[in-house]
């Protein structure tokens, strides 16, 4: 993530990150404790697979800890907008459709967040970007790995 990108989360991805960091920070260093412990109670360090690896998997858990206070610490949370939206924005849920197939639900999301499978896409993302800013009954066209997708805006909320 760069440092000039904002951060936007649903409440709901800021409540996982919670309880992410709450595991992490609790449970998951409890246990790398235990291994660090019984690996170095093994002796001579310099050969021990099971201390390389406890160290680091505990570089990782340090890591990502970092990662989601320093996400948290500065995320823009998306409010629910009960009203929709007149145009896709960050939070809005767009329904969009490709000619000859069915339609395609998505909410817009920050790229913490983005998981195309489960229907969110990030606003940095191709079609993210590409949808930015519009409305209800327009087409849009982008590029996508696999060549130009073209598809229609039906619904903004």
Known sequence: MQDNEKIYL???????LEKE???LRGPEREK?????????????????????AAKEYQGFLEGRIKDIEYTLRN???????????EVV????????????????TYQMVGSTEADPIAGKISHFSPMGKALLGKKAGERVVTDTPNGKLEFKILEVN
Request: net charge negative; proline share 3%; glycine share 8%.
């Open 89 to 104: 924005v960050v939070g809005a849920t767009i329904t969009v459709q490709e000619d000859g197939y069915p339609p395609e």
């Open 75 to 85: 995320a823009t949370i998306i409010e629910e907008n009960e009203n929709g939206h």
């Open 21 to 23: 960091l709450k595991k």
């Open 32 to 52: 790398l404790s235990k291994r660090l412990r019984s690996a170095i109670e093994m002796g001579d360090l310099s050969e021990n697979a099971d201390y390389k």
């Open 10 to 16: 649903t409440a709901e991805g800021k409540e996982e």
